[in-house]
């Protein structure tokens, strides 16, 4: 089956510093992708809409300048989280949507930020 | 704007126990409904789904009809597993299919 793969799983940074999170779809082209922070316990909230060779769409609320997305090929959409903080830490997840419209979804990734 | 409720967890079955995690929605039209699954550790992986009111989606032993007259989905085994221990998410997409909408997830425990 069709799989979405994102790295790392686990990162730790400093706080001041950015870090990048990979997300691809290793058997089909993806021309819109996903992505979603899940806080402890909580549910996934939407971040942002990922588009192959455009801008990304951000939800309500999510600092465009600090999450930065790129959709530069369609396998591979990437999350810059720019100068973390502490209260950046949480688990994101990607996905991916199918040329037949299935979600396909990653194995997440956890950053902690110190 | 669309919303998805869930009950609240965590919920804590014996093994063979009969399992049902209610669900209900609010949203503009007929959306696509979905279950999603997350084990420890792991993203989400689709469980289930209907795209349409009366639609029984099933897989593994679970089954959700979705009910356009009471806006609900919920999600029901006969005999759950100690392996079935996960977080359930009841999920909605929008009529254009472009993202989804969670509920809170709830937590199920299987003891043996």
């Known amino acids: 089956g069709a799989v979405v793969s994102q790295h790392p799983s686990w990162v730790i940074c400093k706080s001041g510093t950015s870090v990048k999170i990979e997300c691809r779809s290793l058997?089909?082209?993806?021309?819109?992708m996903f992505w979603y922070r899940q806080f402890p316990k909580q549910s996934l909230m939407l971040m942002a809409t990922?588009?192959?060779?455009?801008?990304?769409?951000?939800e309500q609320g999510v600092e465009k300048d600090k999450f930065l997305i790129n959709h530069a090929s369609l396998t591979l959409s990437t999350l810059t989280v720019t100068s973390a903080h502490p209260e950046d830490s949480s688990f994101y997840i990607c996905?991916?949507?199918?040329?037949?419209?299935?979600?396909?979804f990653g194995e997440g990734s956890w950053l902690t930020v110190v | 704007g669309d919303s998805v409720t869930q009950m609240e967890g965590p919920v804590t079955l014996s093994e063979e126990a009969f399992l049902t995690i209610n669900c209900t929605y609010t949203?503009?039209?007929?959306?696509?409904l979905f279950w999603y699954v997350q084990y420890p550790g792991e993203g989400l992986q689709l469980l289930l789904k209907a795209t349409k009111a009366d639609d029984k989606g099933s897989n593994k032993g679970f089954e959700a009809t979705y009910r356009k007259e009471t806006t609900s989905f919920h999600l029901e085994k006969g005999s759950v597993q100690v392996s079935d221990s996960a977080v359930y998410f009841c999920?909605?997409?929008?009529?254009?299919?472009?993202?989804?909408?969670f509920g809170a997830g709830t937590i199920l425990r299987v003891k043996s």
């Open positions: 999920a909605l997409s929008d009529l254009r299919g472009n993202k989804l909408v």
């Open positions: 949203a503009t039209g007929y959306p696509s």
């Open positions: 990922s588009n192959e060779g455009s801008k990304a769409t951000y």
């Open positions: 996905s991916a949507r199918s040329a037949g419209n299935t979600i396909y």
């Open positions: 058997d089909f082209q993806a021309t819109t």
